[in-house]
């Protein structure tokens, strides 16, 4: 069946990094661009970063512009966010999700993965 | 990237239709109809909804529907359940293509 599935998460300092990564399985990766979401304790869906079907356009939200890198490997079905120089606002879960739209991005994510969780904590 | 706006919490009783709102610009919701919603139960991953402003995904049940005018997108649930109740997020496409921006969300309960 289709499955997003993250994996990454985990305690790291302020200034630290840390790679998030996601496994795609059931569909034809290399067709679907993929979205990085991230949720802080409590607060609400806060969209990150997307990564089109062939990897040769990214877009990021403005709070993490410059210190997060979104990229993919379409022969391992695999979407991966580097996170640097992370700060306390950063901590939240992080979802995985697949566009709707082959080929385009409509920001329409129609599967997700169940999120790992980061923390940043001194 | 200001989050869309929508009202923090909508309650119903049973049987009952509510409307979510979800107001952008007209840099954003406003400029196309490239709007989705996602409800989101507690410890869940979002789901999604409704896309392109009215059209419902395969499985989603038809007391879901969506509609939009001028810079504003709703979500109206109509015979409310007690599956419904949860966090409903809006989404658009904005900036020329190039983010995506969410709605500050909004709880669904029952009164």
């Known amino acids: 069946q289709v499955q997003l599935v993250e994996s990454g998460g985990g305690v790291v300092q302020p200034g630290e990094s840390l790679r998030l990564s996601c496994a795609a399985s059931?569909?034809?990766?290399?067709?679907?661009?993929m979205h990085w979401v991230r949720q802080a304790p409590g607060k609400g869906l806060e969209w990150v970063a997307v990564?089109?079907?062939?990897?040769?356009?990214?877009y990021y939200a403005e709070s993490v512009k410059g210190r997060f890198t979104i990229s993919r490997d379409n022969s391992k079905n695999m979407v991966f966010l580097h996170m640097n120089s992370l700060r306390a606002e950063d901590m939240a879960v992080y979802y995985c999700?697949?566009?709707?739209?082959?080929?385009?991005?409509?920001?329409?994510?129609?599967?997700w993965g169940k999120g790992t969780t980061v923390t940043v904590s001194s | 990237q200001s989050a869309l706006t929508q009202p923090a919490s909508v309650s119903g009783s049973p049987g009952q239709s509510i409307t979510i709102s979800c107001t952008g610009t007209?840099?954003?919701?406003?400029?196309?109809?490239?709007v989705s919603w996602y409800q989101q139960h507690p410890g869940k991953a979002p789901k999604l909804m409704i896309y392109?402003?009215?059209k419902r995904p395969s499985g989603i049940s038809d007391r879901f529907s969506g509609s939009k005018s001028g810079n504003t997108a709703s979500l109206t649930i109509s015979g409310l359940q007690a599956e419904d109740e949860g966090d409903y997020y809006c989404?658009?496409?904005?900036?020329?293509?190039?983010?995506?921006?969410f709605g500050t969300g909004t709880k669904v309960t029952f009164l």
């Open positions: 989404c658009s496409l904005a900036g020329r293509s190039t983010f995506g921006v």
């Open positions: 007209s840099s954003d919701v406003g400029s196309h109809n490239l």
């Open positions: 990564v089109w079907f062939d990897g040769n356009n990214k």
């Open positions: 059931g569909f034809t990766f290399s067709s679907y661009g």
């Open positions: 999700a697949r566009e709707r739209a082959i080929r385009r991005i409509y920001y329409f994510m129609d599967v």
């Open positions: 392109e402003a009215i």
